[in-house]
């Protein structure tokens, strides 16, 4: 029988059909290379049977929607994370979906970005954490992951032309990094290539993004799709390494793919591979559906094979058993994500049987996801509101307090009602929010305030009850000051997902100690956010000018006050941590400490490990996350023993004389907190790093030669005495020395040096062979 992945039979045309959609979120079935289908993710499969869009303007088959990233960031548990992916892999299957468009990982760079909603962090190694247990958990089912958006999509406007220009350093060590973790370590078999260009070009023709990089560097051997829409010339995409042109239909461009090889423009082995991985992928789906010991016959993408798990017939839907199954998932998971931001006076939990006044639109009609592709129809939705009367008994009332965003009622007379009910009751829980015309995929905010009627509807409550929770729903960070200031109590729910009423209610009764921990710094205003004067760009093209400065290294390194730490989340127990040590451990070490529930209820803690080098030769920040570890529920009193490796790939920066990772020798600083700001122990270690030699150019100034051993011998046969006073830099004076220090070796002509002598300096600063001042330090 042939192989379903040898393609010799196939024409040209063929291959180059096989790189394109036979429809919207299909493949074509060529030869025999089955069709293969592909649905929008993260946080649900939307299955479209009927109207299709990228949008989620039309309908889409019924699903569970777990907490969108955003939401499932903030419980920082990969373990958790795996979970989802293994329940969306289960539905994917269920719905005769092959590959799951998912995760996003592309770093939240400002808060006012359209679609951070869909991604996790403004960090890169929690978002690599998160987002490779997310693709192990998805794959684990049989189904494809699609690694998205790649890369350096940061932003909404004007997002299919934009350039986002960075420079190498933050580039690789913020933009690259979490791609470069996932597929190094949870090899997805799908990479979505973005719409923008990254410095000026094109992601989808760019050739050493998707080739040189993803496939040379980092040993990714699947398929390389587009985004829908992004790919304006096949040829050239095809060139730099795109398999898959999504969607298909009559634009897709397979004619061109084919005059462009008998043009001699394309090389048909390229269009040959393309086709082979889009072979291989269908393989990969079929093989990991086939049970042991069958032959896999009967077995094709997006048909359940004899061995698949109990969620169902493929295609036919997600069953009652399987939804009812998710759903309770899903609450526990939303649960795990709420983050407990204050809790003055420890108002939370509430009690069941007081009077409550709860108020807000949102506690009736919950926000609970974002809009655009990843907009999920759910298989059913908890309302705030009636699980927490379900929790908090029968004296428990309701008042919108505010219109919302398509009410037409009057907003004094409902702000009014919503006071007095406030006044009578012995505690106010108010829900504030964003609804879902206020933010969504397509366009960027141009603001992090909560509507003004909010906030006045919250000041007028508080001063009729003082006893007040504000409970938040948003897809991204808000300006909360005016909330701390005004609020006891906050908790912020972020986007939870369809099970995220009953989450709610959880956490405020108590019956679930919130362990949520905020993915994302909340600065105290928009001017203080690294970004803020180079977003979202203009004339297409958008300036990273904060560098390497993104997040809670920005406001760090400037020392400046923020509204919430990166990492912060309170509990209503208490831990301490003791006994932290670190110990060299393969190329990096590992951290060891002791964390003791001090308080009087269960509880879960989140361990932060953070890394620093003070006498660092480059610019870095203060501190960076290295390591994070979620403790087990912890009964008062207990103590968990938590290891956590740190491993050399995340303690290195991008050295670019030399374009390679590189690993700073000197002695690094340890902290373990609960956020970036609390940091509760710390401890050294002193690491060898890697020996760095910068080749001597005729661009090299006097000074860096000076450093570099060899290029300062070399001086010195040259210069004799003069060089030596220079090394000293007595002679010459300090001062002099700093000047001349900055003069580049091809100056020298100017001061006597002939081009020969020059020349010479040069071979010998950059012979082999032993270092004449020993090892470096």
């Known amino acids: 029988m042939t192989s379903r992945t040898d393609l010799s039979d196939l024409s040209l045309a063929e291959k180059a059909a096989l790189g394109s959609g036979a429809d919207f979120w299909t493949t074509e079935a060529i030869g025999p290379v089955p069709a293969l289908t592909l649905t929008d993710g993260p946080h649900g499969v939307r299955r479209q049977t009927g109207a299709t869009d990228h949008l989620g303007l039309a309908g889409s088959e019924p699903a569970t929607c777990f907490p969108p990233a955003v939401g499932l960031a903030n419980s920082w548990d990969p373990g958790l994370v795996r979970r989802v992916g293994e329940a969306l892999g289960r539905e994917a299957r269920a719905l005769g979906v092959d590959v799951l468009l998912g995760p996003g990982v592309n770093i939240k760079r400002d808060p006012r970005g359209g679609r951070n909603f869909e991604y996790y962090s403004e960090d890169p190694l929690l978002t690599g954490r998160l987002g490779a247990a997310w693709v192990e958990g998805v794959q684990s089912a049989g189904v494809g992951a699609s690694l998205k958006h790649f890369a350096a999509n940061n932003a909404e406007h004007d997002r299919m032309r934009a350039s986002s220009d960075i420079d190498p350093r933050p580039l690789r060590e913020i933009y690259l990094r979490a791609f470069s973790h996932i597929v190094r370590t949870a090899r997805p078999w799908t990479v979505m290539c973005s719409y923008n260009r990254i410095n000026g070009v094109p992601a989808a023709e760019n050739r050493w993004l998707l080739t040189d990089l993803l496939r040379g560097e980092w040993g990714f051997d699947g398929v390389v799709v587009s985004d829908w829409g992004a790919v304006v010339d096949r040829p050239a995409s095809v060139a730099a390494g795109l398999d898959l042109a999504m969607p298909g239909g009559p634009g897709a461009g397979d004619d061109r793919v084919v005059a462009a090889v008998e043009a001699g423009v394309l090389a048909e082995a390229e269009v040959t591979a393309a086709a082979a991985n889009v072979a291989r992928l269908a393989e990969r789906v079929r093989t990991t559906r086939t049970p042991a010991g069958a032959d896999g016959a009967g077995a094709s993408p997006g048909h359940a094979d004899p061995g698949a798990p109990s969620e169902g017939t493929a295609g036919s839907g997600v069953s009652g058993a399987l939804a009812d199954t998710h759903h309770r998932l899903a609450r526990e998971v939303a649960a795990r994500c709420v983050v407990l931001l204050q809790n003055d006076r420890d108002l939370l939990p509430l009690t069941p049987g007081r009077r409550i006044a709860v108020i807000g639109p949102f506690a009736a009609e919950p926000r609970y996801q974002g809009g655009g592709s990843s907009h999920v129809t759910a298989t059913r939705v908890d309302v705030p509101l009636d699980e927490i009367r379900t929790l908090g008994g029968d ?326 005495e003069m060089a030596d006073s220079m090394g000293g830099g007595d002679a010459l004076g300090t001062d002099m020395m700093r000047m001349i220090s900055s003069i580049p070796l091809n100056r020298l002509a100017l001061f006597g040096m002939a081009p020969e002598q020059l020349d010479a300096l040069l071979a010998a600063a950059n012979a082999d062979g032993p270092d004449p001042h020993g090892p470096a330090d």
């Open 395 to 720: 004296a428990v009332s309701y008042h919108p307090g505010f219109t919302g965003a398509s009410g037409e009622a009057d907003a004094a007379a409902l702000r009014e009602e919503a006071v007095a009910a406030a006044r009578a009751a012995e505690v106010a829980v108010v829900f504030l929010g964003l609804a879902a015309d206020q933010e969504s995929e397509g366009f960027d905010r141009e603001h992090l305030e909560l509507p003004a009627e909010q906030l006045e509807l919250l000041a007028a409550v508080v001063r009729a009850q003082p006893d007040t929770v504000v409970v938040l729903a948003h897809g991204g960070v808000l300006r909360l000051e005016p909330v701390a200031r005004l609020a006891p109590a906050v908790l912020d729910g972020a986007l939870l997902g369809q099970a995220g009423g009953g989450a709610l209610a959880d956490v405020l009764f108590g019956v679930v100690n919130p362990s949520g921990r905020l993915a994302e710094t909340v600065p105290v205003r928009l001017q203080d956010t690294p970004a803020y004067l180079n977003f979202p760009g203009e004339n297409s093209h958008v300036r990273y000018g904060e560098g390497l400065f993104v997040g809670y290294r920005w406001y760090d390194a400037r020392d400046l006050d923020v509204c919430y730490p990166f990492g912060h989340g309170l509990s209503y127990t208490t831990f301490g941590c003791s006994g932290l040590s670190a110990e060299p451990a393969g190329d990096g070490f590992t951290v060891r400490l002791t964390v003791t529930n001090t308080g009087t209820r269960p509880g879960r803690e989140v361990v932060q490990i953070y890394t620093g080098v003070a006498e660092s030769a480059v610019q870095r920040p203060v501190r960076a996350l290295a390591g994070v570890a979620v403790t087990g529920e912890l009964e008062p009193g207990a103590s968990e023993q938590v290891s956590i490796e740190v491993p050399r790939e995340d303690l290195t920066y991008w050295e670019t004389r030399t374009e390679q990772w590189v690993l700073e020798s000197g002695t690094y600083r340890i902290w373990a907190g609960a956020s970036s700001r609390d940091l509760r122990a710390e401890t050294d270690i002193d690491l060898a790093g890697d020996a760095l030699r910068v080749p001597i150019t005729i661009d090299s100034t006097l000074g860096e030669a000076m450093a570099d051993p060899r290029a300062a011998a070399a001086l010195g046969a040259v210069f004799g």
